[in-house]
């Protein structure tokens, strides 16, 4: 019984924070992610001799795509 104490207790607490959501949290995390990768990788993928045209195209279009996936899904 006193396992389930503190499992009792942050179930209150989650069913207590109003407007808030996993969802939401989910994309703040992967906004946060996304702030802190795509500016520098895209700057590489720019950069890096080694990498053909359709290779730099499909790496953009994947940064693309994850920007666009974050913004669809921000309140």
């Known amino acids: 019984m006193k396992r389930l104490a503190p499992l009792a207790a942050l179930a209150l607490l989650f ?33 890096d001799a080694n990498l053909d045209e359709p290779s730099k195209a499909s790496r953009i279009r994947l940064l693309t795509s994850w920007k666009m996936r974050l913004e669809a899904n921000s309140k």
């Open 15 to 47: 069913s207590s924070c109003e407007g808030l959501s996993v969802a939401d949290a989910y994309v703040a995390a992967d906004r946060a992610t996304y702030d802190a990768i795509a500016p520098e990788y895209k700057s590489y993928v720019e950069a």
